[in-house]
């Protein structure tokens, strides 16, 4: 199993990035998907997440309104598209998958995760 994240870079504050997730290795449409970051000094946070049952997305407080979590289950991806993003974005975001979670933002559930992806807005 694996799962790529890709889509980070450098940006300017109020620009936008589309991480995506890629996985090989399971079906990536049968399972729970979170996307997490973590920045220098600081726990790793769930930022945004999905059930596989369907539902909207869960959003962590500091993302919503900016962020939107999109599974397109024919390209075997989920991506969050973010925009406006701020100095405080500024992370390495990991995705995460696993096939029950009780709550999409926290991290304990999630047996499967990728290798991550920087984002840095200056």
């Known amino acids: 199993v694996q799962l790529v994240e890709s889509g980070g870079g450098s940006v300017e504050t109020g620009g936008s990035l589309r991480l995506s997730c890629a996985a090989s290795g399971l079906r990536i449409s049968r399972y729970n998907v979170g996307w997490f970051r973590q920045s220098p000094g600081k726990e790793r946070e769930g930022v945004a997440g999905?059930?596989?049952?369907?539902?909207?997305?869960y959003y962590a407080d500091s993302v919503k309104g900016r962020f939107t979590l999109v599974r397109d289950n024919p390209k075997k991806t989920v991506h969050p598209q973010m925009n406006n993003l701020q100095p405080e974005d500024t992370a390495m975001y990991y995705c995460?998958?696993?096939?029950?979670?009780?709550?999409?933002?926290?991290?304990?559930?999630?047996?499967?995760w990728g290798q991550g992806t920087q984002v840095t807005v200056s």
């Open positions: 995460a998958a696993a096939g029950w979670v009780s709550d999409p933002l926290v991290e304990g559930g999630y047996k499967y």
């Open positions: 999905l059930y596989v049952g369907g539902g909207d997305p």
